[in-house]
């Protein structure tokens, strides 16, 4: 069941208040838990139980996704303006450098944090801000498309959709390479959450200019790649070696953009490797 934390944040028109819900379970070292745009922090269910035995989960809705509300007026929803976010949250929940793990949008959060030192450590999964122009492009006209679609079909389509393997697939196939790995009310869920996010259209917004270009030298790092990712083909994740030279980069077989769902035990297994 999903707590919420109010706290204060600084914005232009002076301090406000922001809220983030979240879930938190297990015990050991902490672990945040970033997910993807649109998406909500059940994308992490497939892993959370495995990461649980070793580590004190927490699993985030990013402000204006999941059940978080919008961020307050003037507070944007690119880097400079979510980080400080994030970092209140932390100091509200009293994390003192956290592990972080993070996918797509999550992953580029997880890195600028680790930029910053915020974190112990950070995981990133198909992070985003690797894109050449083409390849951002295609991303962004893919997910406006899963958008309008999650906008445009009926609940009770896409509660039909879901009940079948076919229907699983077409609903959420471009982030899964196991689609019908999936629960049907999981992909309810996360069609609703697509449906529903306020901070969608001003998070693409802003990842127009989304790119990652800051060496980690401090913080250990791992960027591990689907190989069946069709929404950030993984030569992004060399390109992320690139950029971060120190950084393990892992191969996850047989995974799309979103490998928590594909692959948990590999995936939980790199995640509790890397914050060892």
């Not at 495995?50 to 809705?61: G, H, P, Q, T």
């Not at 899963?146 to 609940?155: D, N, T």
């Not at 982030?175 to 998070?203: H, K, N």
């Not at 390109?239 to 047989?254: D, F, S, T, Y």
């Amino acid at each position: 069941m999903a707590d919420t934390v109010v706290f204060p944040i600084d914005t232009p028109a002076g301090r406000r208040t922001a809220e983030v819900s979240y879930e938190r379970l297990g015990g050991g070292e902490p672990l945040v838990l970033l997910h993807g745009i649109g998406h909500h922090l059940q994308a992490w269910d497939p892993v959370t139980g495995i990461l649980a035995a070793e580590r004190d989960v927490i699993a985030v809705d990013l402000p204006g996704f999941g059940d978080s509300p919008a961020l307050p007026d003037g507070v944007t929803y690119d880097l400079p303006g979510v980080v400080p976010v994030l970092r209140a949250l932390f100091e509200a929940l009293g994390l003192d450098r956290p592990h972080v793990a993070g996918n797509s949008l999550g992953g580029l959060l997880a890195l600028q944090l680790a930029h910053e030192k915020l974190v112990r450590t950070a995981v990133t999964l198909s992070p985003a801000g690797f894109w050449t122009e083409a390849e951002r492009r295609y991303a962004f006209a893919v997910l406006r498309a899963m958008r309008r679609g999650a906008e445009s079909l009926p609940p009770q389509a896409v509660a039909r959709l879901a009940r079948t393997t076919a229907g699983r697939a077409a609903l959420t196939g471009t982030i899964y390479a196991r689609p019908g790995r999936r629960s049907p009310d999981a992909v309810m869920a996360e069609t609703r959450a697509l449906r529903e996010a306020t901070g969608f259209a001003p998070t693409l917004a802003a990842g127009r200019t989304g790119l990652f270009t800051h060496d980690i030298a401090d913080v250990p790092v791992t960027v591990a790649w689907g190989t069946r990712d069709r929404l950030l083909p993984r030569r992004q994740g060399v390109r992320a070696k690139q950029v971060i030279p120190g950084a393990r980069l892992v191969r996850l077989p047989g995974c799309g953009h979103v490998p928590m769902n594909d692959a948990p035990a590999l995936v939980a297994r790199v995640i509790l490797d890397a914050t060892r």
